[in-house]
Each structure stands twice: as C-alpha cells, then as structure tokens.
C-alpha cells in the first residue's frame, strides 16, 4: 500500500516459494506509525503469524527480510536491513541486522520488505528487476561458497550495481548457527542462512530503478550535513570507528577485565597484545570501508591469500583469540575470511569451540581440541560447515552439546544463543541485558550497557544499581534506531565529547559517580516517554525522520516505538514458552566470582531481573501483562 509518507518504497511482497507465486501484503501508514520498519515491523508481521507451534525448518517458518524508511534518504549509515524469522540456534524469534547495499536496492526495486514463505522445489535463486520475481534453478550455485556465489550472481545477471545475498555451504547443510552473507557483510546471529538453507533458496539479487524521495529536500539536505559533521568530529565515530573498526575496543576490554578470555573463565588475556585493534592496524589494515552512505566506515580492510578482504571485528577477534588462547593473529584473519566463505556466525562457532576445548580438557567428550592449539581449526571450520566428524556436532552449537554431554555451566549462551565478547562479571549491567535479550545471549540486543560500565564511561560496573532501567532505555533506543535503517553505532556518538575527551576529569568522575542513583529517572522516561516530546541535539535520529518521512516524531515517540517492538518480540517468545526461567546465564557468570577475592564480580541477575521486568511492565514471571500490552497499542 502506498504511503503518504516519503522513505518508504509502499510494499511489502509474499513469496510462496513452493508455488513461486507472489502476492502484496498489506501494511498501512498507521503501522509506518507504530512499527517504523525494519525488525519491528518484521516482528508485527511475524506477531501476526506464529502461534508458538512453528519449527524452525518447517513451511510455516516465515523468513521476512525487512528495510527501514531512511534506508535511501542520504541519512548516515541508514543502508541496514534486518532478517528475522524463527532461529533453528534458539527456537525462538531471532532476528539479524546486515549493512552492504542489498537493502537500498530492495527499496528502489519498490519493496519494503519481502516475506519468504514455504520451501522450494529443489534448490533455487531467486532474481528480483523491479516488478518481475524470476526463479532459478540453483544447480550451479548450490555447493559454492559465498565469494564465489557473489561472483556467479553477477555473471548470470550480467549486472553490476544491484543487491545480492546468499548463502554459503553452512547454510547448506543447516548449520544452526549459518549465517546469509550480503557484499562480505554477514547477516550471522541466530542461524537465518539455515532457514533459507532448509527452504532450498540460495540467493536472492533485487535490482530496481524506482526514485526515493524525501519529504522535505533542503532541510533533510542541511540535517544531514549537520549530522554528519558531527559524526566525524566525535572521537568515537569519527575518530576510533574509522581507524581501528570495533577491534580497537580489545584494550580497553583488557584494562577493564572485560576481555573474554578461555571460555570465560577469566576477563584478561596475558598476551591480549598479539590479537589487539592496535596489532592488527599496525600490521595487517590496509584500508577503511563502509556500507553503502556510511559516514563513520568502520570495516577495516587486510589481505588474505593475496585477496583484499574484510578484517575482523572485535568479537571475532576476541571471540578466535583471547577465549581460545588464541596468540596468533594471522590465523584470527585467515579463519574471520573461511568463515564468511563457508557462511558461519564467528560467535557462536568460536564459543563452541571454546566450550567444546573445555569439555575436552574436562574429559566430558573426548574431541582432540584443545585452548591455544589452533592450527587445525581451519579443518575445523569446513568440517563443522559440511557436517563431517565432529564438525557436524559443533553445528548443533554450545546448548545442545552441553545438554548431551554435561557442562552446562559452563556453556556460555542465552536461550541457546552463544554471548558476545564481554566478559559481563565485571559490567553487571551487560550481564543482565545477554540474559533478556529477546533473540538471547547478544549485547547488543541486550543494551550494550557496557558501553556506560567501563567502554565509554565508567559507572559502578559492579552495582546492579540503575541497571535494569538503563538497559531497557538503551534496548528501546537502540530497537528503534535498527528499525529506521540505520546502524546502532551512530548511537555511539550520544555520549557527549567532554566526558570522553577527560576519562578523569571531575565532570566525568562526577558523572560516573552519578549514574548508578539515576535509575528512578531513567525509570520515569522509561515509563511515560510521551512526556518527552522533545528532539535532543545529540540524538539526531528523530529530527531526521521528521525531514526526510514528513512524520511526526519526537524522542518519547521513537522511545515508545522501540519499546513497542522489544515488547511484541517478547509477546512472540511467551508462546514459543519463553519466561523468567528462560532469562539465564550459566552459571560460571552467576555464581562464581571472577575475582575470587572480590565476591562482587559475578552477575547479581535474579536481583536485577526483577526490577528489568517492573521497569518493562511484565509480570514476575517475565510475561507482558495485558495493561502493559493495551499500553503499546499491541492488543
Ligand atoms: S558503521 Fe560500520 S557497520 Fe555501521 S553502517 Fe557503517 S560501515 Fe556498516
């Protein structure tokens, strides 16, 4: 349906890749309003449709891949798009965010989003020029890996500039934890290259030639200028971002005990100097690159096997590094490349090695890997990718191998979604947000509260104090800012320069200090954002909807919007049997002390948990009540 509002492309497409029929889906400007795009309306239309009885690799999963309504407009770093569907890793709703271009090419070619429906007749591509949808036979394609899929989609198109993505032998042969690779930028979390896997679709090109337009040329033309001046001259975005990517964090992580270290069992890595940002901007960066219109760049360029290839970010970095006892930088490179080629998520594969290490060493299942010896984990990779020995059990990931061989405790994921690079026992407030984040064990889904307990700030990262009211106003911001296109680390430049320019000085002392009795503040913009109708100087991401859509929006409204989609993806997850039980961590986080002198540095979650779930309106049990539900215009 068309909008009256610029930004958007005005349709959203059904394929039923079983009768390879295509049919419009209905979506007003009245859910543009409460849903935005991206993966809170992919929530809604999924909201929609599941009841709880779905099975990942089942016809019934829908697999939506949504844009936002910047997506195309000029805003900065606004070429993101979002798949979400159910997680074949977690069982529950998963989505996965991806930069590239793929998204942008999906809006000219006149589409918001599409749903992927049923499963093919064999193994198919699906080729999309504006109005027409063309499916393939995938025969040549099917067995390759995503480099060279990209490379064949471009000489069976005969096209250059269009979007691609596809999967790679992981996806195939239904790796729980496959990633969909889009222009060397991966869709990894949660496993949606194994859902299209188990559908037979191996790759889907869009190419448009439709105009976007923006509601308001001259003032969206000076908003972004402004912003983008912005974003250059913040040390974070402008400066850290573009020269060192997220790897230059490791540091930091080291000085702060956050560094994820032989599968968690410590926050510091006595070599964490052979695998840091700075090693690897040293000796191995050759260059910057960004998404498409991305103002802060942060992919950092190297060179494998004489190719110019994407570097590895933090968590890869880390995740092949530290938590392995990994020294070797070069091979933390060679394995980031293989795994985009084989289309694997880097985090859940690297934290099942590393529990798979553990079990070994524990004599729990005898499987030969061992921390610090991994000159064979590029064997490793393929055979886990092509389910061949013990690679095909490390496809299940770390929850259902440590359910069948013991050491739960210390298999580190949430709902059965391997943790990010943060060692949360010293950032409590990050500890909590992995243990509720709706897709499970992410920290970004979760709050990215550890960006105030020691990255960016350094408030308390011990106390639960304000946590919980901090996580879920920064997982609210951060669901909104994802569902308008744009990338989470133009949030990065919310925290004011002067705090960061003087890490010790009295205003950021004073600050810190500050923060962890705030939360009855945090707790009353959290509860009546509307109040809030406001647009702040250094969050930019409602001004620019108000130019560039022509709708009307404010912080309290975006906030809203936000908590609106993090609530319906919980709503989702209570019928697949999601509730407080759910919202863990293992036990090696929760009950032992990383410090053993400093019984403070484990994470307090019961306490917190209670406090998340009143802040949220949800009941004890971590259930939306229905006030809360009638609240969000959700029922
Ligand atoms: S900041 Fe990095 S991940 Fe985000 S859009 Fe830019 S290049 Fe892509």
Same mark, same amino acid.
């Given at each position: 349906m068309k909008s009256k509002y610029c930004g958007y492309a005005g349709r959203v497409m059904e394929i039923d890749l079983g009768s390879q029929s295509v049919c419009e889906y209905p979506w007003s400007d009245e859910q543009r309003e409460l849903y935005l795009g991206g993966k809170i309306m992919a929530a809604k239309i999924l909201c929609e449709h599941l009841t709880g009885q779905e099975a990942a690799f089942s016809e019934d999963n829908w697999l939506v891949i949504a844009t936002g309504p910047l997506t195309g407009t000029g805003a900065p770093s606004s070429?993101?798009?979002d798949i979400s569907a159910i997680s074949p890793l977690t069982g529950i709703l998963a989505s996965s965010n991806c930069g590239g271009s793929f998204g942008f090419h999906l809006k000219k070619a006149g589409y918001d989003a599409l749903i992927i429906k049923g499963k093919c007749k064999g193994h198919k591509w699906l080729e999309i020029n504006d109005d027409e949808f063309i499916f393939h036979d995938a025969g040549e394609l099917w067995g390759t890996s995503t480099g060279e899929c990209h490379q064949m989609l471009s000489e069976l198109t005969g096209k250059k500039n269009?979007?691609?993505l596809c999967i790679g032998p992981a996806g195939e042969n239904l790796v729980k934890y496959a990633a969909v690779i889009s222009d060397e930028r991966a869709a990894g979390r949660t496993g949606m290259g194994a859902v299209l896997g188990w559908k037979g679709l191996k790759a889907i090109t869009v190419c448009g030639s439709k105009s976007l337009e923006v509601y308001d040329r001259e003032k969206t033309a000076a908003y972004i200028k402004k912003w983008v001046a912005y974003l250059k001259n913040?040390?974070?975005?402008?400066?850290?971002?573009?020269?060192?990517?997220?790897a230059g964090l490791v540091s930091s992580m080291q000085a702060h005990s956050l560094l994820a270290t032989r599968n968690y069992a410590a926050g510091q890595f006595e070599d964490f100097e052979s695998v840091s940002g700075e090693a690897l901007a040293e000796k191995y960066n050759v260059n910057n690159s960004g998404c498409l219109g991305c103002t802060i760049k942060c992919r950092r360029n190297v060179t494998v096997e004489n190719k110019l290839v994407k570097g590895p970010e933090l968590e890869t970095l880390v995740l092949l590094g530290s938590n392995l006892l990994n020294r070797d930088i070069e091979s933390v490179l060679e394995l980031n490349y293989l795994a985009d080629e084989l289309g694997l998520d880097t985090i859940s594969c690297a934290n099942t090695i590393a529990w798979a290490m553990e079990a070994n060493e524990k004599g729990l299942w005898k499987n030969g890997l061992e921390f610090g010896k991994c000159d064979n984990l590029p064997t490793i990779f393929e055979d886990i990718a092509h389910r061949r020995g013990i690679g095909d059990e490390l496809a299940e990931g770390s929850k259902r191998l440590s359910e069948k061989y013991g050491g739960r405790d210390f298999a580190i994921h949430s709902k059965g979604l391997e943790l990010a690079a943060y060692e949360p026992r010293r950032a409590v407030g990050q500890g909590l947000g992995y243990a509720v984040a709706n897709r499970g064990g992410c920290h970004i889904n979760g709050g990215y509260a550890v960006i105030a307990e020691g990255l960016g700030l350094n408030a308390d990262p011990q106390t639960p =104090?304000?946590?919980a009211d901090l996580t879920m106003l920064l997982q609210d911001l951060m669901e909104a800012i994802s569902a308008s296109g744009q990338c989470i680390f133009t949030s990065y430049a919310f925290f004011p320069k002067a705090l960061l320019a003087?890490?010790?000085g009295i205003l950021t002392k004073s600050v810190n200090a500050l923060l962890p009795h705030l939360g009855w503040a945090m707790r009353f913009i959290n509860r009546f954002p509307r109040l809030f109708a406001v647009n702040l100087p250094i969050i930019h991401h409602t001004g620019i909807i108000k130019h560039a859509l022509g709708m009307k929006m404010d912080l309290g409204r975006y906030i809203e919007i936000g908590e609106r989609g993090y609530t319906m993806e919980r709503l989702i997850n209570t019928r697949f049997g999601i509730s407080a039980e759910n919202d863990r961590l293992p036990k090696r986080l929760t009950d032992v002390p990383q410090d053993p002198n400093d019984p403070t540095t484990k994470v307090?979650?019961?306490?917190? =948990?209670?406090t998340y779930y009143k802040a949220r309106g949800w009941d004890d049990n971590?259930?939306?009540t229905e006030k809360t539900l009638k609240r969000l215009k959700i029922k």
């Open positions: 070429a993101r798009f269009f979007g691609r913040h040390p974070l975005t402008g400066s850290q971002l573009p020269n060192m990517g997220t =104090k304000a946590k003087k890490p010790n307090p979650l019961e306490t917190m =948990k209670r971590g259930i939306p």
